[in-house]
């Protein structure tokens, strides 16, 4: 990994393991005895070719995830995975949801603001900023969960893989979501994951590969890329498409069910 001698690590993970309930009561150790530190002003981009390898990493890292072995450690002020339910509350609405993350995460006296802007990047459909979370669709619900994530200011932004981050998308509702990532993250640390390497290296110069949860390749992330490409995977699947628009028809996949699951995280 290229670091700054003169930066300082924000997140370090130390001989973390990560282990995961599967079918029929197995255990699945997602990440094993990962050591790696996130400097201050890199951008790094995690490719694995198991998304549940590379979110079990951000979520470690992101501090809302307990690994079973090792220890993290955190010294910035570090986002929620973007996009994620969090701790938000399907009976309460967008706006009442809105005003108590702004209340914790926002800048004293740009409630109004910052409420304007989520509810405007959300772009959801007429009133449904003060209708419950419950009664939203699940496209509305996940560029609320989009919006609150890119209102607020971190020094470091963990952002997992979500149906917006697609590097051909010619929805303007995404394109926006795009822009506004862009600008909060601006300057930022980043911890990215996506299996769209375009969309990723617009954002992360630098690289990690997780292989069977241990980190096999560091380094520009051009040349991790280049790396995993030639001996873990030629071809790496791509997600399905999903649009924004809730009258399309859209097929249920076990991806499509992870990527808008209200429950991911």
């Given at each position: 990994?290229i670091?700054?001698?003169?930066?300082?690590?924000?997140?370090?993970?130390?001989?973390?393991?990560?282990?995961?309930?599967?079918?029929?009561?197995?255990?699945?150790?997602?990440?094993?005895n990962?050591?790696?530190?996130?400097?201050?002003?890199?951008?790094?981009?995690?490719?694995a070719?198991?998304?549940?390898?590379?979110?079990?990493?951000?979520?470690?890292?992101?501090?809302?995830?307990?690994?079973?072995?090792?220890?993290?450690?955190?010294?910035?002020?570090?986002?929620?995975?973007?996009?994620?339910?969090?701790g938000?509350s399907?009976?309460?609405?967008?706006?009442?949801?809105?005003?108590?993350?702004?209340?914790v995460?926002?800048?004293?006296?740009?409630?109004?603001?910052?409420?304007?802007?989520?509810?405007?990047?959300?772009?959801?459909?007429?009133?449904?900023f003060?209708?419950?979370?419950?009664?939203?669709?699940?496209?509305?619900?996940?560029?609320?969960?989009?919006?609150?994530?890119?209102?607020?200011?971190?020094?470091?932004?963990?952002?997992?893989?979500?149906?917006?981050?697609?590097?051909?998308?010619?929805?303007?509702?995404?394109?926006?979501?795009?822009?506004?990532?862009?600008?909060?993250?601006?300057?930022?640390?980043?911890?990215?994951?996506?299996?769209?390497?375009?969309?990723?290296?617009?954002?992360?110069?630098?690289?990690?590969?997780?292989?069977?949860?241990?980190?096999?390749?560091?380094?520009?992330?051009?040349?991790?890329?280049?790396?995993?490409?030639?001996?873990?995977?030629?071809a790496?699947?791509?997600?399905?498409?999903?649009?924004?628009?809730?009258?399309?028809?859209?097929?249920t996949?076990?991806?499509?069910?992870?990527?808008?699951?209200?429950?991911?995280?």
């Amino acid at each position: 990994m290229i670091k700054n001698s003169l930066s300082r690590p924000l997140i370090s993970l130390c001989d973390i393991s990560r282990d995961v309930n599967s079918s029929k009561d197995n255990v699945r150790r997602l990440l094993k005895n990962v050591s790696w530190e996130l400097q201050e002003g890199q951008r790094v981009g995690v490719i694995a070719e198991s998304m549940q390898e590379a979110h079990a990493f951000l979520d470690c890292a992101a501090g809302i995830t307990t690994p079973q072995r090792g220890h993290v450690s955190i010294q910035a002020h570090v986002s929620w995975p973007l996009g994620s339910k969090g701790g938000l509350s399907s009976v309460l609405s967008g706006r009442q949801n809105a005003r108590f993350l702004q209340g914790v995460y926002g800048r004293g006296g740009q409630q109004r603001n910052e409420l304007d802007q989520i509810e405007k990047l959300a772009d959801l459909e007429k009133n449904y900023f003060d209708k419950p979370l419950k009664s939203y669709n699940k496209y509305m619900r996940a560029r609320f969960y989009l919006a609150v994530s890119l209102v607020f200011d971190f020094d470091v932004y963990v952002i997992p893989q979500q149906f917006a981050w697609k590097s051909n998308t010619s929805s303007e509702k995404v394109l926006r979501l795009h822009q506004a990532l862009r600008d909060r993250t601006s300057g930022k640390s980043i911890l990215m994951t996506n299996t769209d390497f375009s969309f990723l290296g617009q954002f992360c110069d630098e690289g990690i590969v997780l292989d069977q949860g241990s980190i096999a390749y560091s380094g520009s992330f051009s040349d991790c890329r280049a790396w995993y490409e030639a001996n873990i995977s030629k071809a790496p699947e791509e997600d399905i498409d999903l649009q924004l628009d809730p009258e399309e028809t859209v097929p249920t996949t076990e991806l499509e069910s992870d990527i808008l699951e209200d429950d991911l995280w």
